[in-house]
């Protein structure tokens, strides 16, 4: 096709989808201005992945909620979530086809065990209480594992540059939420109560953010010591860390600052040289102390009456309260009713997503709180490990778990098995922010979110990348095309 030719076709293109655009604007239909970024999107789809992907790892933390902005009644983040559905479509359409990504990566243990667990959510899904809300759970799942895990881990594999572009890509567009979230709290004077909203509509509550900025803090701390990066790059760096630090500070979440000190003392025994055969060894010690000294655990934690506040070491100190904080009397709560939905269902659970709308009869009167509701739409377990134990069976639980030691054999071994010591560094970051998020899904889950999605399993695909390069440094042939690299 001639320049001219070319000319003339764009410029009847032009022309005619200006006049359906007055078309649709007079019938009231504005999203049709959107298809030049949905054709653009899907051109960078099949040409240039790289881009795309890191996009929308930059657009994770800018990313909207429908269902908080009253649209629809839709809890779909966008612009993300859609993006992701494609890259979903794209993998199946390529699976087809033959490896959708390096065989290296799909044929790994650690993918395997994500592939059963998605397969289990599926046949649980199949029995669930509440189909819909299990297959939906299912669906979302699947397009952040395609997305953040797999994809990710295609363009890291091939790519060392993009593993740490990954983190800058999440924690720039972050910095700006902070800020805003920063700005419109001190319009009410850095209260506790007003920081538990003033992150919106970016994140849904101040707990979810304050795991966010603890996930960033431990890679952002080893970007600064990385070789590569010139004087420039150190500043945005450090600077970027004392936004999110703020930011932590200010976020009033109790759980963030424990994850935060928990790695900082796993981190500090590592240093000193413990295994992690040791560490396992020492922590099954002190669970089993801590089982045959419940009763007196209690007792001593019963004692402690000090409510949330807005002074930061009153704060801290309500950490341990269970006598009269509404807020830590709750999550005991929904742990109670997880179990007790356990107990019913253990082999196959309710099925996955479904816990807000079956825990209500399991509540105990003498466990409910005044912030207790009988209501949908109270929010789910509180749990990473109890929430899929109750959702999807003892399986469920065995599957986190699975992923936790995959984690922490990654933590200990990767510092042994990398030759270069920016990867190592590196690694150490990485391992031990998504530690955090273990240690915060104790007392908390968001992996239904794009937010925290991005990260625990972007964070786990650069892990899994390392582990596959360092034992076959070797490269294969790519199977992307060759400009998606």
């Not at 490896?99 to 899904?125: C, K, N, Y």
């Not at 979810?208 to 603890?214: E, F, K, W």
Request: charged residues 15%; contains cysteine.
């Amino acid at each position: 096709m001639t320049t001219g030719l070319i000319q003339r076709f764009a410029g009847v293109a032009i022309a005619a989808y200006a006049v359906l655009l007055a078309v649709a604007m007079y019938l009231d239909f504005p999203w049709l201005a959107l298809l030049p970024a949905i054709l653009w999107l899907g051109w960078m789809a099949f040409t240039r992945l790289d881009i795309l992907i890191m996009l929308l790892v930059g657009a994770v933390p800018l990313s909207l909620s429908l269902e908080d902005l009253d649209v629809g009644g839709m809890g779909l983040y966008l612009p993300t979530e859609p993006l992701l559905a494609g890259l979903l479509i794209l993998f199946v359409l390529r699976a087809l086809r033959g490896w959708p990504v390096d065989q290296r990566i799909l044929r790994h243990p650690f993918s395997q065990l994500v592939g059963l667990s998605l397969f289990w959510i599926f046949l649980t899904a199949i029995i669930s209480i509440h189909p819909a809300v299990s297959f939906k759970f299912l669906v979302a799942r699947s397009w952040f594992v395609v997305g953040f895990l797999w994809i990710l881990g295609h363009l890291f594999l091939h790519s060392e540059k993009h593993r740490h572009r990954f983190v800058l890509a999440y924690v720039l567009p972050l910095c700006i939420v902070v800020i805003y979230t920063v700005v419109r709290h001190a319009g009410f004077g850095f209260e506790k109560d007003a920081g538990h909203w003033v992150m919106k509509p970016f994140f849904k509550d101040h707990t979810s953010y304050g795991a966010v900025l603890a996930m960033v803090v431990p890679p952002l701390i080893s970007l600064l010591f990385l070789k590569r990066f010139s004087p420039f790059i150190r500043v945005v760096v450090a600077v970027s860390l004392g936004v999110i630090s703020m930011g932590l500070i200010l976020s009033y979440t109790r759980a963030a600052w424990v994850s935060l000190a928990a790695v900082g003392a796993l981190w500090g025994l590592m240093r000193l040289g413990f295994k992690l055969k040791t560490l396992l060894s020492l922590g099954a010690i002190l669970l089993a102390f801590g089982w045959f000294a419940k009763d007196a655990l209690l007792i001593q934690l019963e004692r402690n009456n000090q409510d949330s506040s807005d002074d930061l070491t009153e704060h801290v100190t309500s950490i341990s309260n269970v006598s009269s904080d509404a807020s830590n009397l709750e999550r005991l709560n929904r742990w109670n009713a997880a179990i007790a939905m356990f107990e019913e269902k253990p082999l196959t659970g309710w099925g996955a997503g479904t816990y807000q709308f079956v825990y209500a009869p399991f509540q105990r009167s003498k466990d409910r709180t005044i912030i207790s509701t009988n209501n949908a739409d109270g929010g789910n377990a509180h749990s990473e490990y109890l929430g899929p134990l109750a959702e999807q069976g003892v399986l469920g639980l065995l599957f986190v778990l699975g992923l936790l030691g995959f984690c922490m054999h990654w933590g200990f071994s990767l510092q042994r098995k990398l030759k270069s010591k920016d990867d190592q560094i590196l690694a150490m970051g990485v391992f031990l922010g998504l530690m955090t998020y273990f240690v915060h899904g104790v007392l908390n889950n968001y992996l239904d979110t794009d937010k925290a999605s991005a990260l625990f399993w972007g964070f786990f695909a650069l892990l899994l990348t390392w582990d596959i390069s360092s034992s076959s440094p070797e490269v294969s042939e790519p199977l992307f095309e060759p400009n998606d690299q």
